[in-house]
């Protein structure tokens, strides 16, 4: 493998940066890559984390390696990348949080726009509006009577401040005058095992992590975020239809700490393109909730842009902000 301290001697005999860029991609990866998550396990940014690791690992030779980084709103993760060296071996599971913080947060330390460089979409799916069984409601006007004949007595439960699970229950909230108690987990797991015993109500939560509790009936589905009902809950209705102009998706991809080599990045894109048209993966991801999303890095760099104002206008509309 070329060394950073050797790509520098080469710089300084004459050889183009471009040069270098195209032997590190040729050689890449040589060891193992860090995956960073910013949530523990069995999330569905864990979840679909691990389908693409390993399928990078399968195909490139080398270990992409799930690094659960938890805590303050998928923070720490981000962070932790932004601040690796941009030389391929550490990347990033992109997720909503990424694009709602930098509007959430007041203080923090990185611009996620700015300071990441977009690798790869994955996909795109629906949250969803869950009840835990105790909950007599049965439908969304059903849910916000009782919420509105319950004052102060309904926990809405999140994978944590920031998350588009969070923010699709604040958007709820503002949309139709309703006022839940928000309880912030580490993660999805923690929140969705809460869930099962009652000690939370409602979550908007990511399809992958809480389909098969909706599907075993342990949990209730009233709605799906997004414009159209999923195919994976048949029968399942869009919060819009009750209450109009409601939307909210959670986009997934890969990033990675800026100045990475573009020749890496565009090998990167091309391998994870390459996997999500794999008929096995489409028919997981699809199951997960969401298509397969391919695009170029700078598509997913636009997205990335547009999501982050989207959320931005949620942010400022629920009055949320996070010292």
């Keep these: 493998m070329i060394s950073r301290r050797t790509a520098l001697g080469l710089i300084g005999t004459g050889v183009s940066t471009l040069a270098i860029g195209r032997a590190f991609a040729a050689e890449y990866p040589a060891r193992p890559v860090r995956f960073l998550v910013g949530y523990p396990p069995g999330g569905a940014t864990d979840i679909i984390a691990r389908l693409i690791g390993q399928r990078l690992s399968e195909k490139l030779g080398q270990q992409f390696v799930i690094e659960n980084k938890p805590g303050a709103g998928n923070n720490i993760g981000t962070e932790a990348a932004v601040n690796a060296e941009p030389d391929g071996y550490t990347v990033l599971l992109v997720n909503p949080a990424n694009y709602i913080n930098t509007t959430l947060y007041a203080n923090l330390k990185f611009n996620f726009v700015r300071d990441v460089a977009p690798i790869a ?27 509105k004949a319950n004052p102060g007595k309904v926990n809405m439960a999140s994978s944590g401040n920031g998350t588009s699970v969070h923010l699709s229950g604040e958007m709820f909230m503002a949309m139709t005058g309703t006022k839940m108690q928000h309880v912030p987990y580490r993660g999805a797991a923690p929140a ?36 159209e009902p999923s195919a994976q809950l048949p029968g399942v209705p869009t919060v819009a239809e009750t209450v109009p102009g409601y939307e909210a998706s959670a986009l997934f991809g890969m990033g990675a700490p800026k100045n990475m080599p573009k020749e890496i990045v565009a090998r990167l894109n091309t391998e994870i ?48 902000k996070v010292e």
Aim: no cysteine.
């Design 273 to 320: 393109n390459a996997i999500l048209a794999e008929p096995d993966m489409k028919k997981r991801l699809v199951e997960l909730g969401g298509e397969p999303l391919i695009q170029t890095p700078e598509a997913f760099g636009a997205n990335i842009v547009a999501e982050t104002e989207k959320w931005k206008k949620v942010v400022e509309f629920a009055g949320l």
């Design 121 to 147: 979409s994955f996909n795109r799916v629906p949250n969803v509006m869950t009840v835990s069984k105790d909950v007599p409601a049965k439908t969304v006007a059903e849910f916000i009577e009782y919420v």
């Design 192 to 227: 969705i095992t809460d869930m099962l015993g009652g000690q939370v109500q409602v979550i908007f939560d990511n399809m992958p992590s809480i389909i098969q509790h909706i599907r075993s009936g342990a949990l209730r589905a009233l709605a799906v975020t997004t414009a």
